[in-house]
Structure formats: structure tokens, C-alpha cells
């Protein structure tokens, strides 16, 4: 029996994964140098291509499971490239999501075997094909994201002061923020437990630190999680 799309043209389908994380003072992306061609030697956004057997989401975990050998991870698909020209190594449509994980998780040694580094969103050097635009489009879902959902479940150490958890959204952000109404905002949530804990690193009356308390935060709407 003849195949019924037989006539209509093939193509690739990739995934390609926007991971960024968050180092306490600079939000940051992981890049790969490429080891192939084309663009060999370039600096590239993390991707493969999916299998015939796999769906879109489980081929971008995989990927990611391969490079920081880490399971679970948030992520989210942005938005399809597709244009013709994008890839000069054939028809390819990719299928990009952005990924958060915390910078300590990833071993050191997986980086150096995939030559991998992390760079502020400030500082990225040139990318290859239209990963540049793919990395402008996750920013911006990121900070959309961030707006209504506590990302810093993902970008975060278990326990964190006020001051860290302001910083990382001053960071997605690129702005400052006021203190005071960072706090009250955030403290109303109702999505943090204080710890009998102090941090005193950064000074000597020291912080109170915090963790989020998932079960509540579950509950939560994201209309009601409106503080940006």
C-alpha cells in the first residue's frame, strides 16, 4: 500500500533548549561549543533532533538529561523556527523550550566534556544560525513566566534570604527593585516559611532565610500570584 503523504516533502524536526540559571547575583545561559558541522567551533544553544519514536518534550529532556545529567527540570516550549533558510545544513524546523536549573547542580565535569560554559545574558557571544533570536524569545517567556509563578523554586538553593530571592528577579528583570515593596508583596503571598535560620555572610545582624512552601504555592492562581 502506498503511503498516503508519500507526496508532500519531508523534514527535520529538533529541539533546541534555551538553559538558564542563576549564579546569586547575574541571571546566566549555557552554551555549547558546537564540535560539528555546520558552524563547527561556534557557540550554540543546546539541541539534537527528535526521534521518530519520541515526542518533542520527551527529545528536550533527553537532550538535557545528556548534558547536565540532571532529571526533571522546568521547562517550557516557546515557539517554532521554521524558516527555510535557518539551518544551512538542510530543511530543519526546531521546537525550542527555555530550562531552569540551578547553576551548582551541574557537574563540572560535564561541562568540560561537553565544553560547555555559562555566560550572562550581557556578555553572549555570537551564536549560531538564529539562536540569537531563539534566546531573545525565551528571555522574554521567562520574564512573562516570572511575573505570576515563584521560578525561584528552580533557579534557587533550597533555603534563601529575602535579599537573593529580590536579586534573582532584579536579574530576570534588569532592574532594580524597591525593597519594601518587594517584601510586602512577596510575604503576602503566603508561599514562604521563615527558618529559625540566619544567613551572615553579607552581614553581621545577619538574614532570616526562607523556603518555599510548595503545597501552598500549589494553590495558589496565577491571577492571585500577580506581584510583578
Not at 540532571?70 to 530550562?99: H, K, W
Not at 521567562?142 to 511575573?147: D, G, I, P, V
Request: glycine share 6%; charged share 25%.
Amino acid at each position: 500500500m502506498a503511503l498516503p503523504y508519500k507526496a508532500h516533502d519531508l523534514f527535520l524536526v529538533a529541539v533546541d533548549c534555551i538553559i538558564f540559571g542563576f549564579d546569586g547575583k547575574e541571571l546566566k545561559v549555557l552554551l555549547v561549543k558546537r564540535s560539528f558541522e555546520p558552524a563547527k567551533g561556534g557557540w550554540s544553544l543546546i539541541g539534537g533532533f527528535v526521534k521518530k519514536e519520541e515526542s518533542v518534550e520527551a527529545a528536550a529532556g533527553r537532550i538535557l538529561y545528556n548534558l547536565t545529567g540532571l532529571t526533571d527540570i522546568y521547562m517550557e516550549q516557546i515557539s517554532c523556527f521554521s524558516n527555510p533558510n535557518r539551518d544551512p545544513g538542510g530543511r530543519v524546523l526546531s521546537i525550542a523550550f527555555f530550562a531552569l536549573i540551578k547553576i551548582d547542580d551541574y557537574p563540572a565535569d560535564l561541562m568540560e566534556q561537553h565544553n560547555s560554559g555559562w555566560f550572562p545574558l550581557y556578555k553572549v557571544p555570537p551564536l549560531i544560525f538564529d539562536h540569537r533570536q531563539m534566546l531573545q524569545m525565551a528571555k522574554a517567556g521567562l520574564q512573562a513566566k516570572a511575573a505570576s509563578h515563584l521560578i525561584g523554586f528552580e533557579l534557587l538553593p533550597k533555603k534563601f534570604t529575602l535579599q537573593q530571592l529580590q536579586g534573582l528577579y532584579e536579574a530576570i528583570y534588569e532592574t532594580v527593585l524597591d525593597k519594601r515593596n518587594f517584601t510586602r508583596k512577596i510575604l503576602s503571598l503566603n508561599v514562604l516559611r521563615k527558618l529559625n535560620e540566619k544567613e551572615k555572610e553579607s552581614s553581621k545582624k545577619g538574614a532570616f532565610y526562607f523556603v518555599f512552601d510548595r503545597r501552598k504555592h500549589a494553590k495558589q492562581t496565577e491571577k492571585s500570584m500577580m506581584f510583578l
